[in-house]
């Protein structure tokens, strides 16, 4: 190893990218009658229904993207989706409950089409 001026090469540590926080979205899907624009962005899910790597409630953020899909109940293919935000949760004794805010139309991400109703992580955005 050759020495610099200075001694040896030193390692470098680079601060962690800011974009893998936000890497992490939810995919919240429901069939339920009234989702996502009708029901005043507030929604809840039985914790039966978190799924993956949310089923830890107490993992779940606030202000995390996120994107809502209506299915049809019987076919289970998508009837509309939205991108939007994650507000506000709060956990409680039976269910968790959410805040959330709608944005633009958007699909429905590929690796979810036919999933049962749930809340989902998704870290390909």
């Avoid at 009234?34 to 953020?61: C, I, Q, T």
Wanted: glycine share 8%.
């Amino acid at each position: 190893m050759q020495l610099g001026p200075r001694g040896p090469p030193r390692s470098v540590i680079y601060p962690a990218d800011q974009r893998c926080i936000l890497a992490l979205r939810y995919v919240l899907i429901t069939s339920r009658s009234n989702h996502w624009d009708r029901v005043g962005n507030v929604s809840s899910f039985p914790y039966h229904m978190l799924r993956g790597a949310v089923m830890n409630p107490e993992k779940l953020a606030d202000h995390t993207p996120a994107v809502f899909v209506k299915v049809d109940k019987e076919m289970r293919t998508p009837e509309k989706s939205w991108e939007g935000e994650v507000i506000k949760v709060t956990r409680r004794a039976d269910k968790v409950w959410l805040e959330f805010r709608l944005g633009r139309a958007t699909t429905c991400p590929e690796n979810f089409a036919g999933s049962p109703d749930g809340w989902y992580t998704d870290g390909t955005t």
